[in-house]
């Protein structure tokens, strides 16, 4: 009987975000969640508003929340992750602001919240260069502009946190040539070799670009493994299954799936499993959310094979933010990284034990 190396099964439970109201498509608890027209259509074919948070106080401050694309799993987690922690801190109220991928939306979306004031903004830009003059007059203004991608400069942003995307996909690298090396092992071959198939989110996107050139540079080493499939899937299913249908035609047989985020893996995933081939295939995804449906989630049920945890960057930026309010002798530093990291049977443990590492304020 053929044995498997690569398939595991993790239950993981792990003290995060309350991602509820993402995976259930229905508010959280006490907000006021607008069905407005760039509501995001989630892969369940639901309708998704990213959400607006109630002030419990008159005259709040404004916090808003510039989002590059609400369509996009992981910023809808971020968005509400976001309203959770500012729904917990009195005197504020969220706005959310969806670019739907488009600069030019998100250029005049910023450049009209000069007038309003906002005490706070955090940013997933589109394009870093096309908002630049936008993000300058709001932190002129009196703005704390929070930028959540590297690509943004410091000279535009009070403060950026940022995850390298590289790192991203160095950590799926890393996985990948960690199940290669125990199949050779095992199999008693003195060469790690094995098929990679990459699946991206969006042609051209600057991030999945980034997460391409780590995860290429992690299996460089190893010559024997070879990147035979190299395509973006979009986010639903529909894409990821035309994807594998594609590469299982193409190259017959692969060994790994690297995927840009947990549904595209996912959806591979089940893909792999129409055509009778998921038992000899590691996926991996990408973000590691908490939530129902989301890529913990999948991990525990096995609907995946390990993930590479994208951190929720607004977690670490409101507190952030919190501590400035609060201590005027407080000088935020003008970068912030903080780092993936990589789930896998080994270090689960440890991540039960004491979750995911954040940079100190």
């Not at 607006?52 to 008159?58: I, L, M, S, V």
């Not at 002129?140 to 390298?164: E, H, M, P, Y």
């Not at 692969?254 to 549904?263: R, S």
């Amino acid at each position: 009987m053929k044995q498997n190396f690569f398939r595991s099964k993790l239950f993981i439970v792990v003290a995060a975000w309350v991602l509820g109201a993402l995976s259930a498509c229905k508010p959280p608890p006490d907000s006021d969640v607008r069905r407005v027209e760039d509501g995001a259509l989630d892969p369940s074919g639901i309708v998704l508003p990213l959400p607006r948070t109630k002030n419990p106080t008159a005259g709040g401050k404004r916090v808003v929340f510039s989002v590059a694309d609400g369509a996009d799993p992981f910023q809808r987690a971020q968005a509400f992750a976001l309203a959770d922690m500012v729904r917990a801190s009195p005197g504020y109220e969220l706005f959310t602001l969806d670019a739907k991928n488009d600069a030019v939306i998100q250029s005049e979306q910023l450049t009209a919240e000069g007038g309003k004031k906002p005490a706070i903004i955090f940013v997933a830009p589109v394009e870093p260069g096309g908002i630049g003059a936008a993000l300058e007059m709001l932190k002129n203004g009196g703005t704390a502009v929070i930028g959540l991608d590297g690509r943004l400069t410091d000279d535009v942003c009070s403060s950026v946190v940022f995850c390298d995307d590289k790192k991203l996909g160095a950590e799926a690298g890393g996985i990948a040539l960690q199940s290669l090396k125990r199949k050779a092992e095992a199999e008693g071959t003195g060469e790690v070799t094995g098929r990679v198939v990459q699946l991206r989110a969006r042609e051209g996107d600057p991030s999945g670009i980034a997460r391409a050139d780590g995860f290429a540079a992690a299996l460089s080493g190893s010559p024997g493994v070879v990147l035979v499939h190299d395509a973006p899937a979009d986010v639903d299913a529909k894409g990821a299954a035309e994807r594998i249908k594609e590469a299982a035609r193409l190259q017959k047989s692969f060994d790994i799936i690297y995927a840009h985020n947990d549904l595209i893996a996912k959806h591979a995933s089940e893909a792999l499993s129409a055509l009778g081939q998921r038992e000899s295939v590691l996926v991996i995804g990408t973000d590691g959310v908490a939530g129902n449906d989301a890529g913990l989630s999948m991990l525990g049920r096995g609907e995946i094979d390990a993930t590479v945890h994208r951190p929720l960057l607004v977690d670490f930026a409101w507190r952030l933010c919190m501590k400035a309010a609060s201590d005027a002798s407080f000088k935020p530093k003008a970068r912030y990284e903080v780092e993936p990291a990589a789930i896998t049977p080994k270090n689960l443990s440890e991540v039960q034990r004491q979750g995911f590492p954040l940079p100190k304020l």
